[in-house]
């Protein structure tokens, strides 16, 4: 059974030592690279300004503004902005902020992510997207002022000179094609650091329903009756009685809070989560394989977040999820393994809004809290449904929302021992929301597959799960007991 550890870092942590607890960098929120150079009818030109020029810095203001040089009116939900530049120090934290936009902060989103072929000017980057409410570029038309700054989580002074992005003499705006811009995951606008150009992982070489090898497969489509049904138990699967955390103390697992419902032609699994303000009337949900027997291949699921309650008054510090775990044997203990998607719609953990979290944990220790792990977020609504994928190979650990790459962590998180998958829906804490009013939150779950050893990409897994439903295959787990 699960151990969930009851906080989470603020920043993402590179080992060094175990003993070592110090929190690194930030998230990498990235659109999937690609290799060609515009996308038919689409372009973009950014502008760039600094308004901190000098080598030094309490903190770097990368302002932008960028233009539709196209033919046809942009989606800027489909846009992302890459500034390159030098952290540091190895262990240096960053955190960005928007002064002020034309468009407005609230649809301007900052997120950070890591190289994977340093260079002498950029080890990480800075990445601008945009929300639903940024609305669109008509062809000729521009996004207006962008005055966005970041700096180190001490604020310490920065560097700027060994920047890849900066440029200290640009006092007004013109075209900076020391960034780049990507449209819906084609690069449409600038030169990164060399060795760095977002590229599209090429088509895979066989056929995505038959992955080289022919990984052995655990498939999932949850037809089921309820959390009672004599099939749930008997294709591996264990709902949650037993008490403890994580969560708010003196709360109750409850499995008759997991339901089945037929939706949109197939079944999906409902986890609710209750509370009416107190430990003793709080009822967390959790389900999970009996059998911890994953290690490395493709983990993907299809699952619903939701914002609001389905009844009663909103604002608790809920947790919706999907992850891989085995159990920590000893506090820092390092074959703990830990690979999570965890999405906060109120906040929490620090917090104040929605924020969607993935997390490779290494080891921690619960008292007093340490943390040894890497974590990528983005600070936006993941409301609806959405298709979530995590691989894990002998070098990397990469993980994929709607098909785009989110954030890809390095091996020093991978996993020495085998884990379990599970789903589960609690609340951090009380604090969200101090009503005594019954309400309660629903997280769904569509299928669950895993590939044993091999590493599909999200079309692949698609394609795969498209196929076992089109067979009318509900249910198949040939994954050998560890």
């Known amino acids: ?74 989606q800027l939900s489909q846009v992302r902005i890459r500034y390159y530049f030098k952290a540091d120090s190895p262990g240096a934290t960053y955190r960005f902020a928007c002064s002020w936009a034309v468009k407005g902060c609230s649809a301007v989103t900052g997120t950070f992510g890591t190289l994977g072929k340093p260079t002498a000017t950029a080890d990480r980057y800075l990445e601008i997207g945009f929300t639903a409410a940024a609305g669109s570029l008509a062809p000729g038309a521009d996004t207006g002022d962008m005055q966005l700054r970041f700096y180190q989580s001490t604020w310490q002074p920065l560097n700027q000179s060994d920047d890849y992005s900066f440029g200290g003499g640009q006092t007004s705006y013109a075209d900076w094609t020391k960034v780049t811009a990507q449209v819906d995951g084609t690069t449409v606008w600038g030169v990164a650091p060399e060795g760095n150009d977002p590229t599209e992982p090429t088509d895979p070489p066989t056929d995505p329903t038959d992955p080289p090898g022919g990984g052995r497969t655990l498939f999932d489509d949850f037809s089921y009756g309820s959390s009672a049904d004599p099939a749930l138990a008997a294709h591996g699967w264990s709902v949650r009685a037993n008490s403890g955390g994580p969560g708010v103390p003196g709360a109750t697992w409850d499995p008759s809070k997991v339901t089945f419902s037929a939706q949109g032609g197939g079944t999906v699994m409902n986890l609710e989560t209750s509370t009416a303000g107190t430990g003793e009337s709080t009822r967390h949900t959790e389900v999970l394989t009996k059998a911890t027997k994953f290690k490395n291949g493709t983990y993907a699921a299809r699952v619903r977040f939701s914002d609001a309650p389905k009844y009663g008054p909103d604002g608790d510090h809920v947790v919706q999820t999907f992850f891989t775990i085995n159990d920590l044997k000893a506090p820092m203990a390092d074959d703990y393994a830990e690979y999570d998607f965890e999405y906060l719609p109120n906040g929490g953990w620090g917090e104040p809004a929605a924020i969607l979290y993935t997390t490779s944990w290494e080891t921690y220790n619960p008292d007093p809290w340490q943390a040894v792990n890497q974590h990528s977020e983005s600070r936006q609504s993941f409301a609806g449904w959405h298709d979530l994928v995590v691989t894990i190979d002998n070098s990397v650990i990469t993980y994929y929302v709607d098909g785009r790459l989110f954030g890809t962590h390095g091996s020093a998180y991978l996993p020495e021992r085998p884990m379990s998958i599970n789903f589960n829906q609690w609340l951090i804490d009380l604090n969200g929301q101090t009503s005594t009013s019954p309400r309660a939150y629903d997280q769904q779950v569509d299928y669950v597959l895993h590939v044993k050893d091999q590493v599909l990409t999200p079309a692949q897994v698609a394609a795969k799960v498209a196929a076992y439903r089109s067979a009318g295959t509900a249910f198949v787990d040939e994954v050998p007991a560890s």
């Open 1 to 74: 059974m699960s151990t969930r550890p009851t906080a989470r870092p603020l920043g993402r942590r590179s080992r060094a030592a175990l003993a070592l607890t110090a929190l690194l960098g930030s998230a990498a929120l990235a659109t999937l690279p690609v290799t060609t150079a515009s996308a038919a009818g689409e372009g973009l030109a950014v502008q760039y300004r600094t308004s901190a020029g000098g080598s030094t810095a309490d903190q770097s203001e990368p302002w932008f503004k960028v233009r539709n040089t196209g033919s046809s009116s942009v």
